[in-house]
């Protein structure tokens, strides 16, 4: 054979095997994401397939004036200066990647929000309307001192490989510092990852290397200021699973304990005369109600007959929904709230509406979170209207009510509850960060199934 009819020959194999190897784009990457209504933010689209690979939009003439997708993929949302982009907008970009063979498209849902740094800490200023009941929550946390894997566990207990993982100053456990043993700082477990990622438990005892843990969630159902935990739900921790510890508030570490110390919140010689506290449980009246007594010179529960007992240390659980009561002859006022961002979805444990009404809680995230992408998951009962439908209340506080919404089975889109009845679609309601809201459940499964999990909007 010629030296030149072999070339040929050659170079006709390796065109043929990069050819064969080419490979058509498919686009890899989400196909939504949220951008930062005040800040600029980026997003880049990835695809597989053989380089290169470019891409587009078939309804790039129309992008709204903030929005721009280069050809790397990068999408790039600027709000302008001093005009903060509206919580909510949504915008879907039709985007095509071009390469060999085949383009590949995808419909990418851009979504305006507040997108913040799983790591970072803020603070929140809730308004104290004077004359107002004030709905709010905590959704920032105080940051963990510990964090590790579970090595064995039981019914509600979790240990350790980590022999003086609990101990306090060498020889003290976190039990002397829990609620189960009078102490000031409540502590909490949040788990990390595995089956029960999200739930945050109360420690109620420790050793050297275990924490026992109170599997109630803290859910109650009363018609009175008596707390009545609920049966507990199936514990489904495993070996592996990570988790960390912190500290939780009490009513003296938010507000102050002390005459001196007081802060946000007035105290007086009465409920009557000094803001009140509530910690909000059910539809019927909030679970408790406290008030600094300056009589006294601590807060007090507020009960028939009165008491004088310090609750001071009373536990106020993370993500719970306050009710706080600004007197008129006080004026407004402000509340702020500091803390670290939740790194993992929290769960929101639910309860039977037929049986104990609604359950107050709170969205849990300190950012925006807009109807559409709250996904409450499998067990949230779509339907027609609030008659055959799970419900949340989320508070509006311009009108000082509990605004109601629910899902359509037919197609998932978020309907209010107003009458006379109103079609409109308001699935790009942003609920405010840090909202109190109630959730009516029809439908309550047991275990796993008892939880709702609203994704995270950051």
């Not at 007081?262 to 109600?289: E, H, M, R």
Request: hydrophobic content about 40%.
């Amino acid at each position: 054979m010629k030296i030149s009819h072999l070339c040929a020959v050659l170079a006709f194999a390796f065109s043929s095997i990069a050819a064969e190897a080419q490979t058509a784009p498919t686009i890899t990457s989400v196909a939504s994401t949220t951008v930062d209504s005040t800040n600029p933010t980026t997003f880049t689209i990835t695809a597989t397939g053989t380089a290169p690979i470019t891409f587009s939009a078939t309804n790039s003439g129309s992008f709204p004036g903030w929005l721009a997708l280069s050809s790397a993929g990068v999408v790039t949302a600027t709000p302008p200066n001093g005009s903060p982009l509206t919580i909510g907008t949504q915008f879907t970009i039709n985007v095509v990647a071009t390469g060999s063979g085949t383009p590949a498209t995808q419909s990418l849902v851009i979504t305006v929000g507040t997108v913040l740094n799983s790591s970072s800490e803020g603070v929140i200023m809730f308004p104290l309307t004077a004359g107002a009941i004030n709905y709010l929550s905590l959704p920032l946390e105080n940051d963990p001192i510990y964090s590790d894997v579970v090595q064995t566990v039981t019914s509600n207990q979790i240990t350790v490989a980590n022999t003086s993982a609990f101990l306090v100053s060498g020889t003290q456990t976190l039990e002397q510092l829990t609620e189960a043993a009078g102490s000031a700082v409540p502590y909490f477990v949040k788990f990390l990852s595995g089956n029960e990622q999200g739930r945050i438990l109360l420690v109620t005892a420790s050793t050297a290397s275990s924490l026992t843990l109170d599997i109630t969630d803290h859910t109650s159902a009363s018609t009175s200021t008596a707390l009545v935990n609920q049966p507990a739900t199936t514990f489904d921790v495993a070996a592996g699973d990570s988790f960390e510890v912190f500290a939780g508030d009490t009513l003296a570490t938010l507000f102050g304990g002390t005459q001196a110390t007081l802060q946000y919140v007035n105290g007086a010689a009465s409920l009557g005369q000094a803001d009140a506290v509530g910690i909000q449980a059910d539809s019927k009246q909030p679970t408790s109600s406290y008030y600094f007594n300056t009589t006294v010179g601590h807060w007090v529960l507020y009960q028939v007959p009165p008491s004088t007992a310090n609750a001071n240390d009373t536990p106020v659980y993370p993500h719970s929904c306050l009710a706080i009561t600004r007197r008129i002859a006080y004026g407004n006022g402000t509340f702020p709230v500091v803390g670290a961002v939740t790194q993992v979805p929290l769960l929101i444990k639910t309860l039977s509406y037929a049986t104990y009404g609604t359950v107050f809680t709170s969205i849990q995230y300190p950012a925006p979170v807009v109807l559409s992408q709250l996904n409450f998951g499998s067990s949230w009962l779509k339907g027609t209207g609030t008659g055959n439908s799970d419900v949340l209340n989320v508070f509006n506080s311009s009108t000082e009510r509990f605004d109601s919404y629910y899902q359509l089975a037919s197609d998932s889109t978020w309907r209010k509850y107003t009458v006379p009845p109103n079609n409109t679609d308001v699935s790009s309601f942003a609920i405010p960060a840090g909202s109190a809201v109630s959730i009516a459940k029809r439908q309550v499964g047991t275990g796993g199934a008892s939880y709702l999990k609203p994704q995270l909007p950051y």
